[in-house]
């Protein structure tokens, strides 16, 4: 029953990082493991928008995909996704973003996982922990790119 969680203090703004995250689609681009995404249908409910997802991960050889249910919170600046199908016995990421300053924040990432198969556990559990700790740096990253240049 792996679980990671990770505060850093990064000098974007809470609504453009929870934008960052929120666009699932570009993950493929810049995150590590991710090698595919889509999603399959966005739908808006109570002023929240909830993603139906698809994730591929890879890592030497091994590939897996899995879905999530991915709610997104603009007002709270908060995501939260739950796992629907996959390799996973379960899986609960969340992502939340507290104003700092007048452009920074605090980004708190959280994610509780169970592999369904002990191998696969052992194989790529270690590797995910790793990249689990290079989210946070990888999104912000992608913030440095991304609202630094304009684009």
């Known amino acids: 029953m792996p679980s990671f969680e990770r505060k850093h203090s990064v000098n974007f703004s809470a609504r453009n990082m929870f934008d960052l995250v929120a666009d699932i689609e570009k993950y493929p681009e810049f995150l590590p493991l991710c090698e595919s995404l889509s999603v399959q249908s966005r739908r808006e409910k109570k002023g929240r928008i909830l993603l139906m997802a698809s994730m591929s991960v890879g890592y030497k050889g091994i590939r897996e995909?899995?879905?999530?249910?991915?709610?997104?919170?603009?007002?709270?600046?908060?995501?939260?996704?739950?796992?629907?199908?996959?390799?996973?016995?379960?899986?609960?990421?969340?992502?939340?973003?507290?104003?700092?300053?007048?452009?920074?924040?605090?980004?708190?990432?959280?994610?509780?996982?169970?592999?369904?198969?002990?191998?696969?556990?052992?194989?790529?559990?270690?590797?995910?922990?790793?990249?689990?700790?290079?989210?946070?740096?990888?999104?912000?990253?992608?913030?440095?790119?991304?609202?630094?240049?304009?684009?």
């Open 65 to 151: 995909t899995f879905s999530t249910k991915v709610m997104l919170h603009q007002e709270a600046h908060q995501i939260d996704a739950q796992y629907i199908d996959g390799p996973f016995k379960y899986l609960n990421n969340r992502w939340v973003f507290e104003e700092t300053g007048d452009n920074s924040c605090d980004i708190i990432f959280f994610i509780d996982y169970e592999f369904k198969s002990k191998m696969l556990g052992v194989l790529m559990g270690s590797m995910f922990d790793r990249a689990f700790n290079k989210y946070v740096t990888a999104f912000e990253e992608r913030a440095s790119i991304i609202f630094n240049s304009g684009e």
